[in-house]
């Protein structure tokens, strides 16, 4: 993707070691863009301080050691990232992985050290075929239509987890069918506030808009019991004892539990590569063909995370979504990252004021991110049906499973099936062929957990 050209940052004094160690002049950015990107997105990322802990608690996680151990991960990954690859993308425990362990396993008997020890042989296996370079090979031979879909796709994930933060969109417990949201609530009005004030705020303009409009929200949510002043704005991190080193790998080399072991691989995979395509899609890092340079250095970063995490209790550390809100800001290079991991830090020793933001103040940023990541399904040819209808089937599906590693597992899988009954085979690379026979498992298997 081919970035508007525009006038070059030039320093008056010289360059200083934040602009030559993570190249902003050539990125044609600035340590103010790039610093209020990185507070962006850690402000949209914030909750999962709350959610990460919360999922992992049902296993019987201690909860205030996998506090401490989710900022941990929050930081190394981040600042992995920023100094090795020089990329605008956090990294932490997606939801998903989360859910896997605390919920999931966890209701099949698997204890959580054990579901540990499979996210951690996830990431070994993960960081193996990084190095052997076979991830860079399947993100390549995805087809250009499904690129140009991932955005919306994610999009659609995104947007759909800022309406249910934001209480605009319920789930039901029985049937998971998705529902209308009570608007009367305080949270939801001051969800829907903010969200008018980032519109107003983008539409003229404003540096930092989101950012503004998450603060801003915040304060409004103070007269109305959604926001919550802490008792005390400073607190020691609790220790992550109780869980470091609890991991169990032997445990977990277990036959029975190769299909857990598939689920967790997979949803992973693909989420890691649709989000480092996507967000890097907004950050404009994209060649045309939907590629990106050196995107194993992203992939090498989020592997080692996702292998150490469950050492200190953390499973399926990866690039997050949430790094959209610091590209949506203008973030392009690692001091977005970098910004972020200190924010991630801080909150240490300041845990209070991050859980003071509420998830409907939030909830705006995810929202109108995800709606504007739509905007890539202008680029593929809707013309051609067997291109197209792929694109759309992924996007569907990301919104029924409420996981855009399912939906881009499935768009993969439409895509050759579409191809295929319409005659058009030749036009699939022998590499989809080959991966569709896991993908088959994949879904065959998640169908029964």
Not at 67 to 89: D, E, H, K, Q, R
Not at 138 to 167: C, D, E, Y
Not at 178 to 190: D, E
Not at 380 to 390: C, E, G, K, Q, Y
Request: hydrophobic share 55%; proline share 5%.
């Amino acid at each position: 993707m081919a970035e508007t050209p525009v006038k070059p940052i030039t320093a008056p004094t010289g360059e200083n070691w934040l602009q030559r160690r993570f190249k902003l002049h050539h990125h044609q950015t600035s340590v103010k863009k790039e610093t209020i990107a990185g507070i962006t997105a850690f402000l949209a990322a914030a909750y999962l301080l709350i959610v990460i802990p919360g999922l992992l608690s049902a296993a019987g996680v201690d909860k205030g050691a996998a506090l401490t151990g989710t900022i941990i991960v929050c930081v190394i990954g981040s600042l992995f990232m920023a100094f090795y690859a020089n990329l605008p993308f956090m990294v932490g425990p997606g939801i998903g992985g989360s859910v896997l362990v605390g919920i999931t396993l966890a209701g099949d008997g698997i204890s959580w050290p054990i579901g540990l020890g499979i996210a951690c042989w996830s990431g070994i296996l993960f960081f193996v075929l990084t190095v052997l370079g076979m991830r860079e090979v399947v993100t390549r031979s995805i087809p250009q239509s499904i690129k140009l879909g991932l955005t919306a796709s994610i999009g659609i994930f995104i947007a759909l987890l800022g309406f249910r933060n934001a209480g605009l969109v319920s789930a039901s417990e029985k049937t998971h069918a998705l529902g209308l949201g009570n608007f009367t609530t305080p949270g939801a009005m001051i969800a829907l506030a903010g969200l008018l004030i980032a519109i107003g705020l983008q539409a003229r303009r404003v540096p930092g808009a989101i950012l503004w409009a998450i603060l801003i929200a915040t304060l409004l949510g103070l007269p109305f019991g959604v926001t919550h002043i802490p008792a005390q704005w400073f607190s020691l991190p609790h220790s992550v004892g109780p869980l470091f080193g609890k991991v169990d790998l032997m445990g977990a080399l277990n036959i029975a539990f190769l299909p857990f072991l598939f689920i967790f691989f997979a949803s992973e995979f693909f989420s890691t590569m649709g989000t480092t395509l996507a967000v890097g899609g907004e950050a404009g890092l994209l060649d045309e063909k939907g590629n990106m340079s050196n995107i194993n250095r992203p992939f090498i970063v989020d592997s080692i995370a996702a292998t150490l995490g469950p050492i200190v209790g953390i499973p399926a550390a990866t690039a997050l979504v949430e790094s959209s809100a610091g590209a949506e800001t203008g973030g392009k290079t690692g001091l977005t990252a970098f910004t972020a991991a200190i924010m991630f830090l801080l909150m240490l020793l300041f845990t209070p004021i991050a859980l003071m933001i509420p998830k409907e103040a939030t909830a705006p940023a995810l929202i109108l991110i995800g709606l504007n990541m739509f905007s890539g399904l202008r680029k593929v040819d809707l013309s051609n049906f067997t291109d197209a209808l792929p694109v759309l089937l992924m996007v569907m599906t990301t919104l029924i499973s409420n996981s855009f590693g399912t939906g881009i597992a499935g768009g993969l899988l439409f895509y050759v099936a579409i191809k295929v009954v319409a005659g058009k085979w030749r036009e699939v690379p022998i590499s989809l062929y080959i991966l569709a026979l896991p993908l088959v498992y994949y879904f065959a298997t998640l169908t029964h957990h």
